[in-house]
Each structure stands twice: as C-alpha cells, then as structure tokens.
C-alpha cells in the first residue's frame, strides 16, 4: 500500500503563488508517475501535473505554463509550484501516485483563490 500526504494549501489572491508538496510511503517501488489533479465543485477531477520518474511531463490544458512539477525521486517527493494564480484554480488539489496497475491518492488539499 502506498500513503500520500500532502500539505501546502490555503488561501490566496488572484496572482499569487503557493506550493503544494506530497510525500510518499510504504510499497511505492512500483510507481512510476506522480502529480497532481484537482477538482472544483460540481465539476469532475481533472489533471493539472504529472510527471514520470524518467522526467516526462503531462500537463492540463487549464494552467497554460503557469504551473511547475517537480520530483524528488530519492525523497519520494513531488511539489507543486503555482504562479499566476486565478479565481479558477479554486479546487481541492490531489497528489496521486501510479503504477502500471493502480494509482493511489492522498486526502487533497484545498487550495483557494480570491479575486
């Protein structure tokens, strides 16, 4: 089984930064992706970031470059930097970590912007 957690999120205002991290445990030595996708209300998850353990990146049509990935593969961490910031991107942000069967999820964090 593998845990996510996550931390970094809150509250800021439209054109601000904030950085979300997730750390990973337990039974992680079949990942090979990890990211983030988020969820607004009433809408459905979508991706924001990923990225595989070879370096290759997958991003979300919705952050235009606003948003940076990176990975610490000896950690087992991977952070999230958000620049630009819009009321938009209010949603809860998830750290998800895949393998080539399954892919587990943290708690989420809430991530807030206010114009």
């Known amino acids: 089984q593998v845990q996510l957690v996550e931390s970094g999120g809150g509250l800021v205002q439209a054109g601000g930064s904030l950085r979300l991290s997730c750390a990973a445990s337990?039974?992680?030595?079949?990942?090979?992706?990890m990211g983030w996708y988020r969820q607004a209300p009433g809408k459905a998850r979508e991706l924001v970031i990923t990225?595989?353990?070879?370096?290759?990146?997958d991003y979300g049509d919705s952050i235009s470059g606003r948003f940076t990935i990176s990975r610490d593969n000896v950690r087992n961490t991977v952070s999230l930097q958000m620049n630009s910031l819009k009321p938009e991107d209010t949603a809860v942000y998830f750290c998800?970590?895949?393998?080539?069967?399954?892919?587990?999820w943290g708690q989420g964090t809430q991530v807030t912007v206010s114009s």
């Open positions: 337990g039974d992680i030595t079949a990942i090979n992706v």
């Open positions: 998800v970590a895949q393998g080539p069967l399954d892919a587990h």
């Open positions: 990225m595989t353990n070879g370096g290759h990146t």
